[in-house]
């Protein structure tokens, strides 16, 4: 997929006009950004975008996020743990403290 993301009112009204035009090429509309099918026609709309805005439009290719495949078991355990928790006002500092669950701090220095 492609991301495009607009950083000027004009280029986000040229980005949802070219979304209302091209419905089946838009994966995903997310305000000032959206997701086009990684096609010519994705591709084109997207370097249409940034000929028209230049520095106003950036283009990423993405890849979908496989949790089973980027995330270690611990982190999907945590997560699954986490939202079974008990009381939904305990931060995770606290939910995870004295547990085998990695504190927010030990995941933030981990890259996937």
């Not at 000929?51 to 439009?57: A, C, M, S």
């Not at 986490?82 to 606290?94: D, F, G, H, I, V």
């Amino acid at each position: 997929m492609l991301l495009v993301v607009t950083y000027s009112q004009a280029a986000r009204t040229t980005l949802r006009n070219i979304c209302r035009t091209h419905e089946e090429t838009v994966v995903r509309r997310l305000g000032r950004a959206a997701l086009f099918e990684a096609t010519e026609l994705g591709a084109f709309l997207a370097l249409r975008l940034r000929e028209k805005h230049d520095g106003d439009v950036q283009i990423e290719q993405t890849t979908p996020f496989n949790e089973f495949a980027a995330a270690p078991e611990a982190v999907r355990a945590a997560a699954e743990a986490y939202e079974s928790r008990e009381s939904s006002a305990t931060p995770y500092s606290k939910f995870a403290a004295g547990t085998d669950h990695p504190s927010a701090a030990e995941m933030r220095d981990r890259e996937l």
